[in-house]
């Protein structure tokens, strides 16, 4: 089992704590092996078996803990000593008022830490902040970087085989136990269904599967292209559904929420402010694209820079696009006091595609690093922007 250490040293400093520790992602990105992960290391430290207490909401031995007054009542009867009880919560989203037991519980409790898990961005929600009143901490996982691939699989890393294996089929960890493309396929599509039909249809109420199927599709066919709602609709029609944009955004915002796709908003470099128009969708996990791709072939420039976007999110920056005076730039990756600028390409096949990546920059002042990032195993850095092979950056 991979030890998924980029997320466990983000988090040991918070086991005793009594913030309450939420983790947050995409269906089978690996959140039930990291609270496991943690069970172990704690028990490691002494912790026994009676004071961890684990309910995953997806086994159904615990269907009827959904009830939230019932899963309060469980929990508490098995506090009966004053040494410190760690509740993992795995999956809580399907637990309709969960904010209210883990609130009930923090708030009564004194010797409790509580884990929580969930698929659904209601956990990213202000409801949720408002209710928790800020005794939280929040940790996205993600499904696996190249590096944990690597880890994982113990493939040559510096192979492009071994990269376009790891764009065509995503991160999704199970995934790695299959090696015929068809088994890999069908692994997938299971996780998709999933998502649409707990995540979306369940939860939301939103019945129209083909709906969400062409709008992910339009979404996979764009990434990385600017999001326009009338050339959705165009392409809607011509599929024989005919949507308002109110639909549209619904059901958009319906595959943000199950954290399937993730919207970025672009930033005025120079206005220093944030730009609510023009923004764009990339995908949080490229094998969900590939079963959702209507062509043959990837397209590699945009696939690379789904996973270049990707890779900045795991390593915890926030991430924009950068509106320049004359283009964009495209991204900005900030972290507390840290600034990056990268372009990414496919690679630099000639003077006009170096100058137009590295021109990027051109209006760009400030000191802060400027990346350009390709395949091109030749170093094109000059005049203080520095050029980077996509694969040693993504082992970095």
């Not at 086994?59 to 000593?81: G, V």
């Not at 730009?275 to 996990?285: A, G, P, Q, R």
């Not at 390593?315 to 964009?328: A, F, L, P, Q, S």
């Not at 096949?349 to 990346?371: C, L, M, T, W």
């Amino acid at each position: 089992m991979l030890k998924r250490e980029m997320y466990l040293s983000r988090i040991r400093g918070f086991y005793d704590s009594d913030l309450i520790k939420i983790l947050v992602g995409i269906r089978r990105c690996g959140k039930s092996v990291i609270l496991n992960q943690i069970i172990d290391e704690i028990k490691e430290k002494g912790t026994d078996d009676e004071h961890i207490i684990y309910v995953n909401f997806e086994f159904i031995e615990y269907e009827e803990l959904q009830d939230y007054k019932k899963l309060n009542k469980y929990i508490k009867e098995k506090i009966i000593d004053e040494k410190k009880y760690y509740v993992f919560l795995d999956e809580i989203q399907k637990v309709d008022k969960f904010e209210d037991v883990v609130n009930s519980l923090r708030a009564s409790i004194n010797n409790i830490s509580i884990f929580i898990t969930g698929s659904n961005s209601k956990l990213l929600s202000n409801e949720l902040s408002t209710v928790l009143s800020g005794r939280y901490v929040l940790f996205n996982i993600y499904p696996l970087s190249y590096r944990e691939f690597i880890a994982l699989t113990n493939k040559n890393g510096k192979s492009e085989e071994t990269f376009w294996d790891f764009v065509k089929w995503g991160g999704l960890p199970n995934r790695t136990q299959f090696t015929d493309e068809v088994n890999i396929k069908d692994y997938l599509h299971s996780v998709f269904d999933s998502i649409i039909l707990r995540d979306v249809v369940e939860r939301l109420g939103l019945k129209d599967t083909i709906l969400f199927d062409l709008l992910l599709q339009y979404i996979v066919d764009t990434t990385g292209r600017q999001f326009s709602a009338e050339n959705v609709m165009k392409f809607l029609r011509s599929e024989g559904k005919s949507v308002s944009t109110e639909t549209i955004y619904i059901y958009l915002d319906a595959l943000c929420k199950a954290l399937m796709i993730r919207k970025i908003y672009r930033y005025d470099i120079h206005g220093k402010a944030m730009l609510k128009t023009l923004n764009k969708y990339y995908m949080t996990d490229l094998g969900i694209a590939q079963i959702k791709n209507n062509n043959f072939e990837i397209n590699k420039s945009f696939a690379i820079e789904n996973i270049v976007y990707n890779e900045l999110l795991e390593r915890g920056y926030d991430v924009y696009i950068g509106k320049t005076k004359d283009g964009e730039i495209d991204f900005i990756a900030t972290k507390t006091n840290e600034k990056i600028y990268f372009q990414v390409a496919y690679l630099l096949a000639d003077d006009k595609v170096i100058q137009r990546e590295f021109g990027a920059f051109k209006d760009v002042n400030d000191n802060y690093p400027k990346y350009v990032l390709s395949l091109d195993k030749v170093d094109f850095s000059k005049n203080g922007i520095i050029h980077k092979n996509i694969i040693d950056w993504l082992l970095e």
